[in-house]
């Protein structure tokens, strides 16, 4: 954070420099408008509020600060005339719109690593910068998902239904059994940061094979070695521990870990484990459809991390109904919020959780900063930290 911290400080003396009437230094006629569509986390929004205060006729902030979240016209209107803006991923950043906010936009800066909400080919087209800030949320985010991955093979809603609805009977043991890592195989569709930050926690519970798709050739050597090396340290580990009782990770001869590219129905067919951590795009839209989630063993689990419009949800209900998977975890849904009475919501094997990946205070605070960064970036003419 502290390199963050210094980084926003240079950045705000630039743009303080620009902003200052001086003639030497201000070049530009009309006033710089930063647009800000929601209240950022407080470290932030106090550089927001710093920023504020120096406003005068060749600065501008313009923040939406209710809680409610504006409609489209709200937005146009908080955006009209802005040179930057810092949204988030449920603002609509569409060709209207960026027609309609007018020619002095350079930069749309989103606080997510996900930028499906911003039309990229019209920004690029209109000379737009578009600001992402991955990274930083690579790890909240896999933590999310490993939370997913087990609340739906141990059945933890049903567990938690069952306590809270009185239905917790004596000790029974062949009651709400889940299944376990030992030797199990994970697939990831869409293997990038995050997905390996999912893989590299799902080892040490006993995964032996990950099978992954990915839109680049591979995920290189290194990433595999990385992955083979936890697995051994965590083998080397559990004998350690349980030398003289059960393994943890079962056969502690079982050291390797397999890791391959596969394709999709190769992944969803050998997978016990299957999580989506790609990006939404026309081609993923859907990916998970009635005709492949048919291709799952009847005992997997299918994990969704990444945008809930990658997975058909009457395909999902159908399929969790009719025992077709055994379990599904979702942070997201299609739509967001998921409705309280859909079929997916009330459904006892699909654990779902309120788009809560990047949720924590430290995480939000780090994407908060990037998105500050791109935005004073993209509004000097500075190379974005990192651009879609
Ligand atoms: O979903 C969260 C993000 O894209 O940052």
Known sequence: MDSFEEKIKGLVCQLKASISKDPRITDHTSPIVLAVTFTLP???Q???DQLTSLQNDLFVIKQWKSEIRPNQEELLELCQGATGIICILTDSINEDFLTSVGRELKVVSTMSVGYDHIDVASCNRLGIKVGITPGVLTGSTADITLLLILGAIRRAKEGILAVSEGKWGPWNPTWMLGYEFVRKTIGIIGLGRIGI????RTIPLGISKILYTTRSSDIGSDVSDNLQQIKAACVAMDQLNN??????????????????KSSLETLLSESDIVVITCNLSDSTYHMINSSNI??????????????GPIVDNNALAEALSSGTIFAAGLDVTQPEPIPANHSLTSHPNCFILPHLGSATQETRTKMAALALIN?????????LAHSA
Do not use: F, P, Y
Request: proline share 0%; with cysteine.
């Open 375 to 383: 935005c004073i970036s993209g509004v000097l003419g500075i190379e």
């Open 197 to 200: 930050a999912v893989a590299a």
């Open 46 to 48: 106090l550089w927001i």
């Open 243 to 260: 030398k003289m009782v059960h393994s943890a990770l079962g056969n502690s001869s079982d050291t390797g870990l397999e890791v391959q």
């Open 294 to 307: 048919k291709l799952m063993k009847k005992s997997a689990v299918l994990v969704n991390s990444a945008r």
């Open 42 to 44: 407080s470290k932030i």
